[in-house]
């Protein structure tokens, strides 16, 4: 969920709020967030204030704490691409056994034998040139890495922007609450009045009756302003990832929020959109994590590119071996042997005669060959230089390159998307928050001249010259002026702040 998108969410959550959907829609509470999965943590005592929700939230919420591990994942991720432009290494070991007739690996002679033999080699390899493809690919890893840690910057804004919706919607439910209740006691007395004037024979018993209604239908909009007051309550303990038994013992502190007519003019000349939407798309995570997605699209192209290259790879290594049926011939200390030389002689019947001379030769052993004189005896040692050149892989590298193109346009385009919603929810804040200003004027200006209008109405009704009905009509007018200048002034106080919050202000009250 990106933050403009989150502007309209949580601006539609304050105006369900108002006194026209409570009495359109059921009381239903909120889809429980991604924090209330998680166990609670026990609330901290004393009443909480904007910025203290806010602060616990960015350190407990499981949203906040999973986009920290995705950026964890990502940095893991990068150290494995720079680690491949390393030379790879290894060392490999084999023992066998074979029986009957088997060929001595050695000396390549069959023999029925039982032959026990070992293997042992170290070969390692490195790429000389890939077509840039593992440079690039390291490059953009530390692309996606930075984007992946400014998405934490992201979900925490996105988290903030949430708490300090729910706790504006808390402070809307109380104060409506606050309202009720003065109304309603303004009522029982109004009841108890009337009770007495019945007695005296000065008011019909119509007049009691109006009056004893308008005090349930009070009575309803109380408990209706608690209902809210709750769910507010609970979400705001789930954006906070507290226990929500601890939502019965949860306080906030209740500020003194500006009177918005205070602001006269203000909020046409000191707040300006371009400005705000210039300041918002320099600092806002969400813009610069579009910007290195693009940056990675296009580091994406020359890896694809890379593939069109030739592959030059070089490898080397060193092996030995054993054999348990090799042997070693050694002198003999036992002397040596004679062997005779022989001359051609045509008159002897074999054709031959033996001479005078004789040859010497050395008698040899046969002994065991050692594990390790074998290990050192049967060593070799290899170099290989290997070079790939592709001419024709069914049409992937271009397949390829053409997929890598398209996704660069893809992060291009939603680039443009994040900027564009955001200098829309900024002008579309700036125009509510006029707007609203405007509203808790007129309504102001209404509820003055209904407060008057209802107090004559009042002394009409207490004299008898005002029946029930339009007594009650009167007061129900003067209720729905107050509960719309308030909806204005917390629609007021939260769009400015997200104004402010763009220009990277605290969320404070």
Same mark, same amino acid.
């Given at each position: 969920m990106n933050a403009p998108g989150t502007m309209a969410v949580l601006v539609g959550a304050l105006l369900a709020a108002s006194p026209a959907a409570r009495a359109q829609a059921p009381a239903t509470p909120p889809a429980p967030p991604a924090a209330a999965l998680g166990n609670g943590v026990p609330a901290p005592a004393g009443p909480w204030t904007l910025q203290s929700a806010v602060d616990y939230a960015l350190k407990n919420? !499981?949203?906040v704490r999973q986009s920290e591990l995705t950026a964890q994942q990502q940095e893991a991720a990068q150290r494995l691409n720079?680690?491949?432009l390393l030379p790879t290494?290894? !060392?490999?070991?084999?023992?066998?056994?074979?029986?009957? @007739?088997?060929?001595d690996p050695f000396t390549n002679q069959f023999q029925q034998l039982n032959v026990r033999s070992n293997n042992f080699s170290a070969t390692a390899q490195a790429t000389l040139f890939s077509g840039f493809q593992l440079r690039n690919t390291v490059k953009q890893g530390v692309l996606d890495a930075q984007a992946a840690r400014i998405d934490i910057d992201k979900a925490r804004n996105d988290l903030s922007l949430n708490v300090a919706s729910s706790f504006l919607q808390l402070l809307l439910? &109380? *104060?409506?609450?606050?309202? /009720?209740?003065?109304?309603?006691? /303004?009522? $029982? *007395?109004?009841? @108890?009045?009337s009770e007495k004037l019945l007695k005296a024979g000065a008011v019909a018993e119509g007049n009691l009756l109006d009056s004893r209604a308008q005090l349930a239908s009070e009575e309803r909009t109380l408990v209706t302003a608690q209902n809210q007051r709750d769910l507010a309550q609970l979400a705001l303990v789930q954006n906070l990832n507290l226990d929500p038994a601890s939502a019965g013992r949860f306080e906030v502190v209740v500020p003194v929020l500006p009177d918005p007519s205070q602001y006269g003019a203000t909020t046409a000349n000191v707040l300006d959109p371009n400005a705000t939407f210039e300041l918002a798309r $320099?600092? !806002?995570p969400e813009i610069k994590a579009a910007d290195l997605r693009v940056q990675s699209a296009r580091r994406g192209i020359d890896i694809a590119r890379g593939a069109y290259y030739p592959r030059l790879t070089v490898a080397g290594g060193v092996q030995t071996g054993f054999s348990s049926v090799r042997t070693q011939s050694v002198v003999s200390s036992s002397g040596f042997s004679t062997t005779p030389i022989f001359q051609p002689n045509p008159s002897s019947p074999t054709g031959f005669s033996e001479t005078s001379f004789v040859v010497l030769q050395p008698k040899f052993d046969r002994l065991d060959y050692k594990f390790l004189d074998q290990l050192a005896d049967n060593q070799? *040692? %290899?170099?290989?230089?290997s070079l790939n050149i592709?001419?024709?892989?069914? !049409? &992937?590298t271009r397949v390829g390159v053409q997929r890598s193109q398209i996704n660069l346009q893809q992060n291009e385009l939603r680039a443009e998307q994040v900027t564009l919603?955001?200098?829309?929810?900024? $002008?579309?804040? %700036?125009?509510?928050?006029?707007?609203? $200003?405007?509203r808790y004027e007129a309504s102001s200006r209404q509820v003055d001249a209904l407060t008057l209008a209802f107090r004559n109405a009042e002394i009409r009704f207490n004299n008898g010259l005002l029946n029930g009905t339009d007594f009650n009509i009167a007061r129900n007018n003067l209720t729905a002026a107050e509960s719309d200048m308030i909806q204005a002034k917390y629609e007021f106080v939260f769009r400015r702040k997200v104004l402010e919050f763009y220009e990277g202000k605290s969320l404070t009250l």
């Open positions: 919420n !499981l949203t720079r680690a491949a290494a290894g !060392l490999s070991g084999s023992q066998g056994f074979n029986f009957g @007739t088997n060929r439910a &109380q *104060e409506l609450i606050r309202a /009720s209740e003065a109304r309603l006691g /303004s009522v $029982q *007395e109004q009841v @108890t009045r $320099q600092r !806002l070799g *040692e %290899f170099v290989q230089l592709p001419i024709l892989n069914g !049409l &992937q919603q955001l200098r829309q929810t900024i $002008q579309q804040s %700036f125009a509510d928050a006029l707007a609203a $200003q405007r």
